[in-house]
Each structure stands twice: as C-alpha cells, then as structure tokens.
C-alpha cells in the first residue's frame, strides 16, 4: 500500500514563492515517476512536472522556468518549487505515483496565489 502526503500550500501574493513537498510511504519504487498535478475550480486535473528515477523534469509548459521538480528517493519524498507565482497557478496540487498498474494520490494541498 502506497500513502501520499503533500504539505507546504497556502496563500501567496503574485510573485510570490513556494516549496511544496510530498512524503510518500509504503511500497515505493524510485523507477517509478512520481509527479505533481493541480486542479482549478471548474477545471480538469492537468500535470504540472513529474520526474525520472535520474532526476530528469518534465513539465507543463504554462509553469516551465517558474516551477522545479526535485526527488529524495532516499527519504521517498518529492518537492515542488514554485517561484513567480501567477493567480492562475492557483490550484489544488496533488502529489502522485505511478507504477505502471496503479496510480496514487495525495490528498491534496490549496495553493492560492492572490493579485
């Protein structure tokens, strides 16, 4: 079993920065991609970055130069670094796992970036 537990959401100013973070626990694998996902009011769910078992980011082009995705795959956790917050960044922001057969989420976490 896999529990995902984000932290680090708020309220911010525009502008403004973040750093959410996600402990994962259970049976986690660093081969597999852990991620971060947001959803907006009346909005779809949409990827934000997710990251390689080296390191590598890929991520959403409204958040490219502005976010970072980093992963401690010793202590299973994985960071969101938000910088040059907008308000359309703000989202409810899920932390996620993949193994191929299964996906798991966090509960998620409320950012709200204000004008």
């Known amino acids: 079993q896999v529990q995902l537990v984000e932290s680090g959401g708020g309220l911010v100013q525009a502008g403004g920065s973040l750093r959410l973070s996600c402990a994962a626990s259970?049976?986690?694998?660093?081969?597999?991609?852990m991620g971060w996902y947001r959803q907006a009011p009346g909005k779809q769910r949409e990827l934000v970055a997710s990251i390689t078992i080296g390191g590598r980011g890929n991520y959403a082009g409204s958040v490219k130069g502005r976010f970072t995705i980093s992963r401690d795959n010793a202590k299973n956790m994985v960071y969101l670094q938000m910088n040059s917050l907008k308000p359309e960044d703000t989202a409810v922001y899920y932390c996620?796992?993949?193994?191929?057969?299964?996906?798991?989420w966090g509960q998620g976490t409320q950012v709200t970036v204000s004008s």
């Open positions: 259970g049976s986690i694998f660093s081969i597999n991609p």
């Open positions: 996620y796992y993949g193994t191929g057969a299964r996906d798991y």
